[in-house]
T-cell receptor, first 114, second 116 residues
Framework: EAQVTQNPRYLITVTGKKLTVTCSQN?????MSWYRQDPGLGLRQIYY???????DKGDVPEGYKVSRKEKRNFPLILESPSPNQTSLYFC?????????????FGEGSRLTVL | AQKVTQAQTEISVVEKEDVTLDCVYETRDTTYYLFWYKQPPSGELVFLIR??????QNEISGRYSWNFQKSTSSFNFTITASQVVDSAVYFC?????????????FGSGTRLQVQP
């Protein structure tokens, strides 16, 4: 089954404790991206990756890092989480190097930073 | 800059009623794509439709239909004979054609509650 898998789905952590949210897709997609969803703001792009070893900032990259060492994986790293990073996070992937095909989203990871 | 506006924050209807969710976008781009996604209470985002700026044909898929009007920069979504399972938050999204960031600009969503 074609899917984007995120882990963990739920996490409560404390300010400053580094954490990683993993994302893996099994569709051989070149493009992957991270979004955060906040009430009243919809979804906003954090980082994206066009291919292995190619990553770039989205609209709200502050406080986040990403890496793309393998095509299928695109982890989101919070080096020193803060309460304003409490949010619902979505990983997404898409085929092709251009155009605007459908984005396949993971099930979301709800993060709470105390 | 692009912007997507979903002015209806929440809509409540009774089962079997028809309901239309509004979406208005702003852009200077001539080539762009519009999307609708559904987010049920379980939280995942479900793709419903993609429409490019050169295709103004309305589309119908079962009880769902979409009305794209470039003249009014609108891409409205209608559910006919709504069902309880349609209860969800619905997002309209936009992206301009590019080979780079390919970010979707989302509206703030419309929460639809279908009462039995």
């Amino acid at each position: 089954e074609a899917q984007v898998t995120q882990n963990p789905r739920y996490l409560i952590t404390v300010t400053g404790k580094k954490l990683t949210v993993t994302c893996s897709q099994n569709m051989n997609h070149e493009y992957m991206s991270w979004y955060r969803q906040d009430p009243g703001l919809g979804l906003r792009q954090i980082y994206y990756s066009m291919n292995v070893e190619v990553t770039d900032k989205g609209d709200v990259p502050e406080g986040y890092k990403v890496s793309r060492k393998e095509k299928r994986n695109f982890p989101l790293i919070l080096e020193s989480p803060s309460p304003n990073q409490t949010s619902l996070y979505f990983c997404a992937s898409s085929s092709g190097t251009g155009g605007t095909g459908e984005l396949f989203f993971g099930e979301g990871s709800r993060l709470t930073v105390l | 800059a692009q912007k997507v506006t979903q002015a209806q924050t929440e809509i409540s209807v009774v089962e079997k009623e028809d309901v239309t969710l509004d979406c208005v976008y702003e852009t200077r781009d001539t080539t762009y794509y519009l999307f609708w996604y559904k987010q049920p209470p379980s939280g995942e985002l479900v793709f419903l439709i993609r429409r490019n700026s050169f295709d103004e044909q309305n589309e119908i898929s079962g009880r769902y239909s979409w009305n794209f009007q470039k003249s009014t920069s609108s891409f409205n979504f209608t559910i006919t004979a709504s069902q309880v399972v349609d209860s969800a938050v619905y997002f309209c999204a936009f992206t301009a054609r590019d080979t780079g960031r390919r970010a979707l600009t989302f509206g703030s969503g419309t929460r639809l509650q279908v009462q039995p």
